[in-house]
C-alpha cells in the first residue's frame, strides 16, 4: 500500500511537472511595461535546472529578470560557485549572473 501511495504521488507531481512546461504564459501590461510569469530552465556544467521565472521590460526597453531554479538532472555543484552566461528572456538573449548551491538551488538574474 505505502509503494501504491508513493506511486500516485510522483503521478501525482510528473501530470503538474508537465502541465507547468505546457503554460503558455501571456504579458501583462503594468505602466507600459510588460510582465511575464513562467517556467525558466538553465543548463550548467552537465546539470539541469528548471524552476519559476519572471521578466520585465520597460517601456524603452531594458529588460530585468530572474530565474530561481532547482537541480532536475546531473551532478549538481559541490560548493557554491558564481556563474554568468548569456540566457534567453522572453524577448531576446541578455547577459545573466547568479550562483548554484550545493543543495541545487540555482539563483540567476538579468539587468540589461
Not at 507547468?20 to 507600459?32: N, Q, R
Not at 547577459?95 to 540589461?112: C, K
Request: net charge neutral; glycine share 14%; proline share 7%.
Amino acid at each position: 500500500m505505502k509503494n501504491l501511495t508513493r506511486v500516485t504521488q510522483l503521478s501525482i507531481l510528473a501530470v503538474l511537472g508537465v502541465a507547468c512546461l505546457l503554460l503558455d504564459p501571456k504579458p501583462i501590461a503594468a505602466d507600459g511595461a510588460e510582465v511575464i510569469d513562467g517556467p525558466c530552465s538553465v543548463s550548467w556544467n552537465g546539470s539541469f535546472y528548471t524552476g519559476d521565472g519572471h521578466w520585465v521590460r520597460t517601456p524603452g526597453g531594458r529588460i530585468n529578470g530572474h530565474c530561481h531554479a532547482t537541480l532536475v538532472s546531473g551532478p549538481g555543484e559541490s560548493k557554491l560557485i558564481h556563474i554568468s552566461f548569456d540566457g534567453v528572456t522572453p524577448w531576446g538573449v541578455t547577459p545573466h549572473s547568479g550562483v548554484i548551491t550545493p543543495s541545487g538551488v540555482l539563483n540567476v538574474r538579468t539587468n540589461d
